[in-house]
């Protein structure tokens, strides 16, 4: 871990000489550290990566609920809910990796690229609890919203209905994704930005949200989805497939870029990361194989420009590495623990169904009661159609022990009585 020396306005002015595109917006969220001091390692790193190395992490799927805000002022910036669904499948692919390009990964990354094992889906109902599609529309009397590097609040303007923007859905417990139009400055064309977790490790101070209600990612409309009609309207190719999401979603749950930003001295800054080689750069949106920007002695490596925290055109993206992978998922249970609470899923009315179930979301004990025949099974499964749970039902009332379950969402079948969605915290 290494001292970090980016300047943002000169760090554009850089990229700009090279591209006409700027991509991610974190680099604005970046500050220059006032004494000069390394960016220090904290005990959520050493955690980290201690589990890591020390312990088999554990099979469970995370599962995300997430919420698409569309702001739009033209009707062609208010994409149809296919290209939603779409980019909702690329973030499942790349972060279960399970995407067909998985099969691109060089030979000698192979062993560090791993399944996430985080997935996502749309929300079912809303933070007051009426049922949603998981995505709001907001028409916006703005064109778009603007950069401005020494004012970072006239992009989040997109997070506020005051703004002409859409409010966020409790951020501790949504991941919230704005789709709006990013207009393109003097400055390139933003693709998208988010702000890591407050506290996250390998981050220099004041670069997490400014406040709660700004957590989340915002991304330019054309970016959004794999079969976005739209996809061209910035004039750059090579961002239309969906993969600008997979990386800031990637900023949010914590990871930096795998260049760690370097400016002066490249190869002197780290993302912090083992796993992922040393780089001097981003790619600048080039498919080099052969670029390999720094010199790490035996055993070198070059670039890893396959990973989708690099700086490339989605057709170069692949991969994450197990150390990346552990990192997320370290900030997910230790500054993002509301993701894991089964938040924004819909509990289905049993109406005719004759068996009820409480409490839901259930912690360690959840309790059914049924008219069920007398040599009824009573079967629980993960939405893989693994069976978690079964047994034979025991008179009209049966408790059941959960402490046992992961978070997550399971599906409660009573034979002959139908079945019900059952979330543990």
Same mark, same amino acid.
Do not use: C, M
């Given at each position: 871990m290494r001292k970090l020396l980016l300047l943002p306005i000169l760090f554009f002015a850089m990229n700009l000489s090279a591209q006409q595109h700027v991509g991610c917006g974190f680099d604005l969220l970046l500050e220059a550290e006032q004494d000069g001091k390394a960016v220090r390692w904290n005990e959520a790193y050493r955690y980290a990566l201690e589990r890591h190395m020390e312990?088999?992490?554990?099979?469970?799927?995370?599962?995300? @609920?997430?919420?698409?805000?569309?702001?739009? $002022?033209?009707?062609?910036? #208010?994409?149809?809910?296919?290209?939603?669904?779409?980019?909702?499948?690329?973030? $499942?692919?790349?972060?279960?990796?399970? =995407?067909?390009?998985?099969?691109?990964?060089?030979?000698?990354?192979?062993?560090?690229?791993?399944?996430?094992?985080?997935?996502?889906?749309?929300?079912?109902?809303? @933070?007051?609890? $009426? @049922?949603?599609?998981?995505?709001?529309?907001?028409?916006?009397?703005?064109?778009?919203?603007?950069? #401005?590097?020494?004012?970072?609040?006239?992009?989040?303007?997109?997070?506020?209905?005051?703004? =002409?923007?859409?409010?966020a859905w409790d951020t501790e417990h949504y991941l919230n994704i704005w789709v709006c139009n990013l207009e393109e400055s003097i400055w390139g064309q933003i693709f998208g930005y988010a702000y890591p977790p407050e506290g996250a490790p390998n981050w220099p101070a004041g670069n997490s949200a400014p406040s709660p209600g700004l957590e989340g990612v915002v991304l330019h409309y054309a970016t959004v989805g794999r079969n976005n009609p739209q996809g061209l309207d910035d004039n750059l190719e090579g961002n239309e497939r969906g993969r600008t999401a997979t990386h800031e979603v990637g900023h949010y749950l914590g990871l930096r870029h795998i260049w760690a930003d370097g400016f002066f001295d490249g190869c002197a800054e780290d993302d912090g990361l083992e796993d992922t080689p040393n780089a001097a750069t981003s790619t600048n949106f080039i498919c080099d194989y052969t670029k390999n920007t720094c010199d790490d002695g035996e055993g070198d490596l070059p670039d890893m420009i396959e990973n989708f925290m690099d700086y490339n055109e989605g057709e170069c993206y692949n991969m994450f590495t197990y150390e990346q992978i552990n990192m997320m998922r370290t900030n997910i249970e230790l500054f993002r623990p509301g993701l894991l609470e089964g938040y924004g899923v819909a509990v289905e009315e049993l109406g005719a169904v004759q068996f009820t179930v409480a409490p839901n979301p259930v912690d360690h004990q959840l309790t059914i009661k049924g008219n069920w025949a007398d040599d009824a099974l009573v079967g629980m499964y993960d939405l893989s159609g693994r069976e978690v749970f079964a047994k034979q039902v025991e008179g009209r009332q049966m408790n059941i022990d959960t402490s046992f379950l992961e978070s997550g969402i399971y599906i409660l079948r009573v034979d002959g009585l139908g079945e019900t969605k059952i979330v543990k915290k």
């Open positions: 312990t088999h992490r554990t099979e469970d799927i995370i599962q995300i @609920p997430v919420v698409f805000h569309v702001v739009w $002022n033209q009707e062609y910036q #208010n994409l149809h809910d296919s290209v939603i669904f779409s980019q909702l499948d690329v973030l $499942n692919e790349d972060y279960r990796r399970l =995407n067909a390009d998985a099969s691109l990964t060089r030979t000698e990354f192979l062993d560090v690229a791993a399944d996430a094992e985080i997935e996502f889906f749309l929300a079912e109902v809303d @933070p007051d609890g $009426n @049922p949603t599609n998981g995505i709001d529309r907001v028409e916006s009397a703005v064109s778009g919203f603007a950069l #401005n590097l020494f004012d970072f609040s006239t992009l989040d303007a997109v997070k506020s209905s005051s703004t =002409n923007g859409a409010d």
